[in-house]
């Protein structure tokens, strides 16, 4: 049996040059099974690719929530109605005028009390009067009145038009640099003077006549024919019926030669209650017109057509101030 081992090892070991061959156990061992370190890193990517998945998707889950309405807030936007509640429930004011406060993917409610206020601060601040583009206004708080002339007359300057210095109260002119014809003025109620004198046609006054005694017709003529001294008229209205202001016409050759018209309009205003305004011209040779008859007979060429609609608007458009 020796003999038999000893032969079969020295074939094996003639049969592969070189190699020494170790003997085979009757009884060999069992293999056992070994993993591949490749096979533990594709566990772990799938794990890391898993975590951070999950990772994305819970931070957009809570992003998404946090704009989303809670079940008590959709509750709370389905019964807001007006700019109050809204923002009782805590949604933000806009800056604007008036406020708003705007519900996110809703209605936007505005303050209905600081929108009724607008209309009424629109109202104090628009006591002047709109002019029109060929016109300047004057407004003066001392004075106490605004109106609008044209601006072909010029600058407009208040000066006092007492008749003495012991005056007492407030007796005004306004003059314009660029047209001496007419005047603006105001008589305030408590003014006295104890000079006597009798009244210019452009001085401030503040009679207003009397509506029964308002005739568009010439009246209180003195003398006949081409010697007519004296006569007088109301001048009807032209931008409104039964307008706030009148408008009287005397033409005279006794006191004063030429044409002179007076308007009064009331404005209750913190100086004067009646505002005046007055027009005044010496006859002309050059026009044709040097006695009150030629006056009557063309009584648009002194005192134009253009110039009574001047006064007219002037005394319109006058307010307190």
Known sequence: MEENKQQTTEILEDSVPGQNIEPV?????????IKSPSSNKKWLFIFLAFLLLS???????????????????????????NFKECVAAGYPIMESFPEQCR???????????????KPKA????????????????????????AFCYPSEWGTASVMD???DTSDTGYREAVRFSANTKFIVGGVSEDWTTTIGRGVGCQEPSNSVPSPDSYDTEWHDVIGTGADIEFATRGINPALATGSSYDINETVSSILD????VQGHTVINGSRYLVLSAAYYIDFSAPLGITTPKAHI???NTLFTLVERLQLEKLLSSAVKY
């Open 297 to 299: 007979d063309s009584p």
């Open 161 to 163: 038009a007492k008749i």
């Open 55 to 81: 990772t994305v998707g819970v931070g957009a889950w809570f992003l998404f929530m946090k704009d989303k309405p809670t079940e008590n807030k959709s509750n709370q936007i389905s019964g807001i109605t």
């Open 257 to 260: 030669s030429g044409v002179c």
């Open 122 to 145: 629109e109202e104090v601040a628009d006591t002047k009067p709109k002019c029109s583009a060929n016109e300047t206004l004057f407004a003066d708080k001392s004075f106490g009145a």
């Open 25 to 33: 156990s009757a009884n060999p061992a069992p293999v056992s099974t």
């Open 103 to 117: 519900v996110p993917g809703g209605q936007t409610f505005v303050n209905a009390t600081k929108e009724d206020v």
